[in-house]
């Protein structure tokens, strides 16, 4: 056979398996009801910049759900910061059902898409073949199954950070730090991950980065000015009504003190603080001892540990968590010579998070995708200190 034909059959035949994928996954949303989820505020909040009105309007935006039949109403004003609506818009140009199919699609395309772009940093061809097992693997991830059923928003946070990898490792310092910065967008997950990739920048004296960060925070900040000068007052109002009814629910050492702690401050607040600060240290540490790790080998640390030493996130926000699962199933792979450790990793990784969704669903409460970061820690342990295996046909005839 040709090469090119045969190429363009493996391009051909991928194609098919992942349209395959996506519609299979679209039918198990089927029924759904997406008014009364996260995904109608990000709709109502497109629609509504679209339509000229000002989602951090308690009046309007009351008045929006009712409206348009949205039925889960625990917020006075859109609970996001406000820049993060002009994302929102183009979902606000179709009716919402419609949008949540079309988002489901989006999001699925970003996984796969981000998935393809870490997999041909590996330069490793046997890692390339994984495309098809990771995407599948992550569609019924715990924290991608909850992502796409519920049209959450997190698959904008994985592609802001596997494009700053990629970046990062080509030298494109200053965009790379915008992108970072673009994580903000949700200040619990953008803070901690900022913190430790400053740090990380630091010590790699890498100043454009850092410049790239700060252009970033600018530029986010003069847009919400642009949209309601007192949008970060209203903001901090609306998470600080968000952690009130969410303590001690999140799978984080800020949750956990909480509960040791029966919520009574200042026991909670001095124990979450010191759990927090230890994991940032040593996370810190490890970046300051490890300086000849790659961009993306730096991240696969920053991800899960700014997951778990921050004030709050949810499991779906554990869908960044991609970025290292490709590494340690890539990594796995190049040194063991073998496919099987890293189905094995995958297998392993669908099992517990989708455990902890089951317990979310339950017990209304998260802690159980703890389980989720610590696994994704160790596989990272495991793979950098695996041996590389050298292949049969490197052996030497004594062998």
């Known amino acids: 056979m040709p090469h090119k034909l045969k190429i363009f059959l493996n391009i051909f035949i991928s194609l098919l398996i992942i349209s395959g994928i996506i519609y299979a996954r679209l039918q198990i949303s089927k029924g759904f009801d997406y008014q009364d989820s996260n995904f109608a505020f990000f709709w109502l909040a497109g629609k509504m910049t679209i339509d000229g ?38 979902l606000g140009f179709f009716s919402m059902g419609a949008a949540y199919t079309i988002w489901q699609i989006v999001s699925m395309l970003f996984i796969v898409i981000s998935i393809y772009l870490l997999l041909n940093l590996t330069n490793n061809e046997a890692a390339k073949r994984l495309l098809i097992p990771i995407f599948l693997a992550m569609i019924f991830f715990g924290p991608g199954y909850l992502t796409l059923h519920t049209g959450a ?31 903000m967008l949700k200040p619990p997950q953008g803070l901690t991950i900022l913190l430790l990739a400053g740090l990380w920048f630091l010590i790699k004296r890498n100043w454009k980065a850092i410049i790239g960060i700060g252009i970033g925070g600018i530029l986010l900040f003069i847009i919400g000015l642009i949209q309601d ?62 300086q000849a790790w790659s961009s993306w080998e ?11 030493s921050t004030i709050y996130l949810w499991a779906y926000d554990q869908i960044t968590f ?68 050298l292949a049969i046909d490197k052996l030497s005839p004594s062998a």
């Open 53 to 90: 009105e000002n989602p951090y309007d308690e009046t309007t935006y009351i008045a929006n759900h009712e409206k348009y039949g949205i039925k889960w109403q625990p917020n006075r004003i859109f609970p996001y910061p406000l820049p993060l609506a002009i994302l929102c818009i183009p």
């Open 153 to 183: 928003v997190g698959a904008f946070a994985l592609l802001f950070l596997m494009l700053a990898v990629i970046l990062l490792e080509k030298e494109n310092f200053i965009l790379a730090g915008i992108l970072l910065s673009l994580t």
């Open 229 to 290: 000068p007192q949008w970060i007052q209203k903001f901090l109002g609306a998470s600080d009504a968000v952690m009130d009814r969410t303590q001690g629910v999140h799978s984080n050492v800020w949750a956990f003190s909480y509960l040791i702690c029966n919520g009574e401050s200042p026991c909670f607040t001095f124990l979450g603080a010191a759990l927090s600060l230890s994991l940032l240290g040593g996370a810190g540490y490890l970046l300051w001892k490890n």
């Open 298 to 308: 730096a991240m696969n640390l920053i991800i899960p540990i700014g997951f778990v």
């Open 322 to 389: 991609v970025i290292p699962i490709v590494w340690i199933a890539g990594t796995l792979v190049q040194k063991s010579k073998s496919y099987l450790y890293s189905f094995l990793f995958l297998i392993l990784l669908i099992l517990v998070s989708f455990y902890a969704l089951v317990q979310q669903a339950m017990t209304d409460k998260d802690l159980w995708s703890l389980g989720t970061t610590i696994l994704v820690l160790l596989f990272l342990f495991i793979a950098s200190k695996m041996k590389t295996k």
